[in-house]
Structures are given as C-alpha cells and as structure tokens.
C-alpha cells in the first residue's frame, strides 16, 4: 500500500470574454492539498485508490446573464471570486478475471462559494456547474482463446447526481445515468470492425457552460450509434 501528500500552489490565465467585450485580465491563484493511498489487491489483479483533495481559488471569473427589454440576455463578466473545492475520490481498476478489464470510480464535491463582492448573497452556496456526486462503471470482456478470439465486448454506466446550474442556486438540473456499449472484432491482424453507442437509453439530460439560468444551457447528445472500420498499414 501507498500513502501519499501533496501539496500545489499555481496560477492559471483566464481568456473568459463576456457579450460586452470584456476580458478577464488578472490571473486565477490556487492553493490545493490531496492526501490518500493506493493499495494492489487479489494477486496484483484490482489496484483500489482512495484520495481527499481541498482546493482553494481565488479571483474566479463568472459570467452572469444581464436581460434587457426587448433583447436576448447577454453575458457579463464578473471577476474577484473566491471559491472552496473540497472531497473524496474513490477508484477501483483491474482485471479481475482473464480477459475481463473493468474500471470503475465515485467521487463527492463540496464546492462552496467563499467570497462574492458583487452578489454577497452568493456566498455559502454551492459554486454553480457543480454536481456533488459522480460515478461511473465500465466493463469489457476479450476471447483470449478459441473461435472468438479477439472479439470483445462492454458496457458502462454514467451517472451525474444534481447539477447546480447557477451561483445563486435558484436552478439545478436532474441527475442523470447514461448507458453506453461496444463490441468489436479483429477480422484480420490490420482490419478491425467495431459498434459503439452512447447514450442508448436516449436520456433527455441538460449541461451548461454559462453558469446561468439564461445563457448557454443545452439539450446533452442524443442516443448515438457509431460503426467503425479501422484500417492500419
């Protein structure tokens, strides 16, 4: 078993452009902790991770929707926001079974709003965009032997608890699960055929890019089939 810390202090320039012109000019600052450890169980064939991470930022940039009578609302650029990132990951990977290869993970966000000049109000809430659980199961099997040989074929799970839309917390987006699989077939050493869907149970889900109620939300992808033929020379 692995126990390890870590300790990160950084800065990232923004290029954030609201509707009006304005750019975000000073950079964002971080300051983050992770501590956790990693341990190979079942003779080397499942490694399992377990981590906790806290992140602070500071001058954050937000864009804001700003409405007008008779217009579309338009996007506002506010800056000088600080922000708490704290939670736990959890992730197990391996290959429990000869030609069986899963990976699977779980992770709990508490993002919190810490400082907010212009919308005091704000400050508390969860940071928008955010979703407090995420998890994710994916499994693929190979024939290693036999007549089969080659053919593979999986399955995963997706799943976003409730998505805060915005800073205020007035919206949030239900939580979803999409279901994706594949298979595919070696039919000779440089000609590969595989099927790939996502989205198959054709879940209406919503994501958003704004952290607005009234800007840049959209529908997610749809239930999608994709047919592969790969060529190598």
Do not use: C, W
Request: no cysteine; glycine share 10%; aromatic share 12%.
């Amino acid at each position: 078993m692995n126990v390890y810390y870590s300790f990160s202090e950084g800065f990232f320039v923004n290029s954030v452009r609201d509707d009006f012109g304005n750019v975000s000019e000073d950079p964002e600052t971080g300051l983050q902790h992770e501590i956790g450890f990693k341990a190979i169980v079942l003779d080397s064939k499942l490694s399992f991770g377990i981590n906790y991470f806290s992140i602070e930022r500071e001058n954050v940039p937000t864009l804001v929707a700003v409405t007008n009578p008779g217009a579309p609302p338009q996007s506002l650029l506010i800056e000088g926001r600080e922000q708490k990132h704290q939670g736990v990951e959890v992730e197990l990977v391996g290959t429990p079974l000869s030609g069986l290869d899963i990976i699977a993970n779980y992770s709990f966000l508490d993002a919190e709003i810490t400082q907010d000049i212009t919308f005091p109000d704000n400050v508390g809430n969860d940071v928008g965009r955010t979703a407090e659980h995420l998890a994710s199961l994916y499994a693929q099997y190979e024939f290693l032997k036999g007549p089969l040989t080659g053919l593979f074929f999986g399955a995963g799970l997706s799943y976003t608890g409730e998505l805060v839309v915005d800073d205020a917390n007035t919206f949030a987006f239900d939580p979803r699960t999409l279901v994706s699989a594949n298979i595919g077939y070696p039919i000779t050493e440089n000609l590969e055929f595989s099927i790939n869907g996502q989205n198959l149970a054709d879940e209406t889900y919503f994501v958003t890019d704004s952290g607005s109620t009234q800007i840049n939300n959209f529908f997610g992808a749809p239930r999608s089939v994709l047919v592969t033929l790969k060529a190598e020379f």
